[in-house]
């Protein structure tokens, strides 16, 4: 293989970085050799279709405009309204809509406009797939592959190519371990022959898929979790033996971590009781109309309200009737002129979790949690004893981050500076040299380079804040990190 830097990014969707070492000891190996950050931070919400157009763009959320897996917008016709990120078809109706369903201009799009090439085999849903590299079709050379549904490829080329060998591809089961492999097969049967883009995605989607299903713990996510290991043996083994040495950086991370499921509630619910006409987002398909209710509610665990008129009264109503529930655990809204709250008094703004976007909800509100024990209280979606993710519990924003390769020099491997996604895509984006160009893209990416793993160089202070706001017995709380000029949400929650 011809010497040539190159970046191979193998993702584990879901991996919480405390549950490696006893069920996955290649990763662990590989980490241990490794640059690798003690403090890689998710964007919140900490959900994955939020996140991964942080990853692949360098973009935070309200930049980049996915401001959760789903969410109502009010500019689209409401047959539409409501995106459901693990959807081709939503995702594509809300790119027609508005000109971009992604705010900004993804790394698939520079390398393409660079006249680069990249790659996803992904085995998440077919919308989080697409999400990841969503104009693939639109530069010769790329690919975006959902191993579950691989009608959905594009483009049409690498579709038909691929139905060709593997025919429609494997559904989803749980424990993915037939999706977890085929990521693989696709790489060393399709992948290598052909010669490597200058961007190729492994994203396995374990042990996401089982910790919903099961819990973070159950035997069948730690199965899960071995076989994602043993797959990633067979791609560390290939780059110990060829990567390596011609120029290829190897990355493993998570895109977010889990929290434990302990309890459930419902805030519909309770709003419905105090008089309130309350939509979900997933009744929508029944034929409901938003303009026939007082709020449109999208979200189980962290949930946005959209409200019909959005008077300051009807907002500090509906507030004070979260805040004086148990089970309310934090509560934003969008910016104002204040730098920590909201446009509603008492609130948190979301320009301090970088989430402030046009699509945003009037409120946003997360069910109660403990970061002590990193148990979550949540709709009854998902089964109490299994996991979800989507608040600021530090057991869901610590994620994995680990790089090896020639361009990364530095002495020192163990990296405790903050770090998060967008870091990263910028750092790759730079080291390709897609960034440094009079016809770049715009908007350039402000986030930081990750300098600490690439040369030897003096640590920066870190300065950690601490931000409470109180309204009425209502206290919640932020934890953020400042670090090079920039800023990272470390934790947040309901003071008890």
Known sequence: MQKQTRFVIVGFDGLRPDSIENDMPVLAKFLNQSHRWTQYLASFPTE???NHPSIFSGFKPGQHGIIANAYFDRRIDPDKAVFRGNRVDSIMAHESALNGVVSVPSLGDRLGAAGKTMRVICANSSGNTRLQHIHADRYDGHMNCCVHDLSLAIPACERE???????????????DFVGTEMVADIFFEYELPRGLADVTVLWIGEPDHSCDEFGINDEKTIAARKVADATFARIYDWWEREGKNSGVQLVTMSDHGHGEVSGHADLSALLREKGYNVVRGKDFSEGKAPDNYDIVMVGDYACGLWFKDPTAEKLADVRDILMASPDCGMIFSQPSTDAVEGLVEGTFSEALVFSDNERGPDLRVIYRDDPITGTITMEKSIDI???NHGGLLPQAIKSVLAIAGDQFNADEKIHEQPAGHDDFATTVMTILGLLDDENTLQPVPTA????EAIKNEPVSETDHEYLQL????FVQYLKRVHYHGHIYVREGARKV
């Not at 190519?161 to 424990?175: E, R, T, V």
């Not at 930081?448 to 300098?451: A, D, E, N, Q, S």
């Not at 109180?470 to 017995?473: D, F, I, L, P, Q």
Request: proline share 7%.
């Open 385 to 387: 004893g299994c996991s």
């Open 470 to 473: 109180t309204h009425g017995s």
């Open 48 to 50: 994955t279709y939020v």
């Open 448 to 451: 930081r380079i990750l300098t």
């Open 161 to 175: 190519a691929l139905q060709a060998k593997w025919g429609g591809g494997n559904p989803l089961s749980f424990p």
